[in-house]
Structures are given as structure tokens and as C-alpha cells.
């Protein structure tokens, strides 16, 4: 049988997989509509930097999301350079865990967070307080 070939269904197939794992899943969600700095989300996930380091970098490789650096930190958001198709596939997955618990927590949480000085977090999270 040979091989389908096709950049949508390489694209949906991508998609699919970045988002096969619960921390990267969270990750879109709580991106959904805003940016946030990797500290942001290194204190929503309660991972170790370079854990999250990494699923941002799949997440980002599957083109889901964007970043830019802005100092010394790095803010990520979803890309504007889905297809349609990618955008009504990451919308019906943020449709369909609207409600669901855990998604909601993490939405409570992320307010938290958005209150917190992102500066003087990132610092923290780095080692840095005292620069």
C-alpha cells in the first residue's frame, strides 16, 4: 500500500499528535486568545523549564503556535498561519473541553497568574530576582 501524501492531512496528522499530551493540550487552551511568556505557563503547568521548553517547541514544529522574543523572555500565542481546516479542528477541540474540569481550573488559575508581575515572575523563575 502506498504511502498517502497529502499536506492537509500531514497538517491535521501534525495537529494530532501535538496535542496527543495533557501538558501540551493545556498549553493550546490556555493560549486560546491571548499571549503569554513561557514563565506564564511554566507556573500554570507547575513543570520544570525545560519540560515546557519542550512542548512549546512541538507545539510550535506542528505550526500550532508562534512566539517572539521580548528581552530576555519569549512570548508564545497561537499562529495566524492556519488553514481553515487547521482552525476548525483547534476550534472544536477548545469547544469541546470548554466545560470540561480541568480546563476550567486552569482557566481560574490563569487569571491568577495574569495578576502576578510577569517581570518580577520570569525572574524568579530564573534566578534573576536581584536584576
Not at 4 to 15: G, H, R, T, W
Amino acid at each position: 500500500m502506498a504511502k498517502y501524501k497529502n499536506d492537509n492531512f500531514d497538517s491535521i496528522l501534525n495537529i494530532f499528535k501535538a496535542l496527543s499530551d495533557s501538558s501540551r493540550l493545556r498549553i493550546f487552551i490556555s493560549l486560546s486568545g491571548k499571549e503569554l511568556c513561557v514563565c506564564q505557563i511554566i507556573e500554570l503547568l507547575q513543570l520544570a523549564p525545560s519540560t515546557v521548553s519542550k512542548h512549546l517547541l512541538i507545539l510550535k514544529q506542528a505550526g500550532v503556535l508562534k512566539s517572539h522574543k521580548s528581552g530576555r523572555w519569549i512570548y508564545y500565542s497561537i499562529s495566524d498561519d492556519l488553514t481553515k481546516e487547521q482552525n476548525s479542528l483547534l476550534n472544536l477541540i477548545r469547544v469541546s473541553l470548554n466545560n470540561d474540569k480541568a480546563v476550567l481550573k486552569d482557566s481560574i488559575r490563569m487569571k491568577e497568574i495574569l495578576n502576578l508581575d510577569t517581570e518580577l515572575l520570569c525572574k524568579a523563575q530564573s534566578g534573576r530576582l536581584n536584576d
